[in-house]
């Protein structure tokens, strides 16, 4: 089996996940938020004035309970699935939109007559038990003669 055309497929992903200017997971992005958290955490230390520790520091910007629960974990999933999965089932969908197009338009014109009594009367005729039993006795009356009492 030839991988390369995946193994290309995810590197692209992660390319323009990472280094497009535009988005909002480029590593220019992540790492400007990162130095501004963290001189903001550091200021806030220094106007107190506590010691700036770097334990401090991290344990501020990546809280334990934050890092570890199940939200974030879905929040990544959810990241990997919108950049990996939903492009290929999208492109998947949008490169076999051709077949399903042949195969319901351009169908021989003798499939695609009107079907006869050969396929629908055995279908009727099995579900005529399922009506209601009219009664000997009641004759066909025609809808304009009848009376209400």
């Known amino acids: 089996m030839d991988f390369t055309a995946g193994f290309s497929f995810?590197?692209?992903q992660i390319g323009r996940l990472l280094f497009s200017l535009g988005s909002h997971f480029s590593l220019t992005?992540?790492?400007?938020?990162l130095v501004f958290s963290t001189l903001?955490?550091?200021w806030q230390r220094l106007k107190r004035g506590r010691k700036i520790h770097l334990r401090t520091l991290w344990r501020a910007l990546?809280?334990?309970h934050i890092v570890t629960s199940k939200s974030n974990q879905a929040d990544i999933g959810y990241l990997f699935f919108n950049v990996f999965v939903f492009g290929v089932v999208f492109g998947w969908a949008v490169l076999s939109y051709q077949s399903i197009t042949n195969g319901t338009l351009?169908?021989?014109q003798k499939?695609?007559?009107p079907l006869k009594g050969e396929l629908i009367d055995p279908l009727i005729n099995a579900a005529k038990h399922l009506l209601p039993k009219r009664p000997a006795e009641i004759a066909d009356i025609p809808v304009a003669e009848r009376?209400?009492?």
């Open 147 to 149: 009376s209400e009492a």
């Open 106 to 108: 351009y169908v021989p």
């Open 40 to 42: 903001f955490f550091a």
């Open 10 to 12: 995810f590197f692209g």
């Open 29 to 33: 992005s992540l790492g400007a938020a």
């Open 111 to 113: 499939a695609r007559e």
């Open 62 to 64: 990546f809280p334990r």
